[in-house]
């Protein structure tokens, strides 16, 4: 286990605290390694909570640049970084508020078996993604390597989230969810997304990372949805589609 020093005990110490992260939690998230997918809307707040609080390693991956029409929910980005590359204004902003956090950084599209080995190396992945063929993807990679998935999304006034732990037997995965038909994608630029619905799931989605890091409960078979218009949030309970293609035995890739 990592040692923490006497000004991470410092940094940490609102942290330390809690009974439920304490010292073992907090050396936890310093060892801990978690992909991010996707420095948007959603990814904005993932990367600037998780580095905040401790995480010694983050791997961000996006291909695309920095908008002007980015800017008013993607607020790792700022203006000086319109047209950067999102996985090169992110790590600036990251160094610049916890140096200590390892970056590690993807500004290509990855295929398959790149994309494999990242999640392989990755303690917890964060489904920061704003497309299916995307999160079919990592769900599919994640169930292969048994690796905990943070799923979220958020459009209009709407948002959900849940997290598949894959490390445990029979869980449902996200392809249970929404089976894979071809479905359109519904995106912001078509539907407008109001921006603290995406920081609120974004925000979500990294405290559901950090209790898998600390071995905390999670929102493991169930499904948190937000409505920020009404201020209404429930939550479903997700079971296993006996005949998902990914996570059913006999009907696995
Ligand atoms: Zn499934």
Excluded at 39 to 63: E, K
Excluded at 150 to 167: K, M, P, Y
Excluded at 170 to 195: E, F, I, K, M, R
Aim: glycine share 8%.
């Amino acid at each position: 286990m990592t040692q923490l020093s006497d000004d991470e005990l410092i940094r940490y110490s609102r942290q330390i605290l809690l009974p439920e992260i304490g010292y073992a939690g907090q050396a936890a998230l310093a060892d801990g390694r978690i992909l991010i997918m996707g420095l948007g809307g959603l990814g904005s707040p993932v990367a600037l909570y998780l580095a905040a609080a401790g995480v010694g390693q983050l791997t961000l991956v996006d291909f695309d640049e920095v908008d002007t029409s980015n800017l008013q929910r993607q607020i790792i980005h700022e203006q000086h970084n319109v047209n950067q590359k999102k996985v090169a204004s992110a790590r600036e902003r990251i160094a610049r508020l916890n140096p200590a956090t390892n970056v590690i950084t993807h500004e290509t599209r990855l295929d398959e078996e790149q994309l494999s080995d990242c999640v392989q190396a990755a303690d917890v992945v964060v489904d920061a993604s704003d497309n299916f063929a995307t999160r079919f993807q990592l769900n599919r990679l994640c169930h292969r390597h048994l690796t905990p998935l943070v799923s979220g999304a958020a459009i209009r006034w709407e948002g959900q989230l849940t997290t598949f732990d894959f490390r445990r037997q029979a869980t449902p995965c996200y392809q249970c969810l929404y089976p894979d038909t071809s479905q359109a994608d519904a995106n912001c630029a078509q539907n407008g997304v109001a921006a603290p619905i995406v920081g609120a799931v974004g925000s979500f989605q990294a405290l559901e990372a950090i209790k898998v890091l600390a071995g905390l409960e999670t929102l493991q078979g169930r499904l948190l949805l937000l409505d920020g218009l009404s201020m209404q949030c429930q939550s479903l309970n997700l079971t296993s589609d006996p005949d998902c293609p990914i996570c059913q035995p006999g009907k696995s890739d």
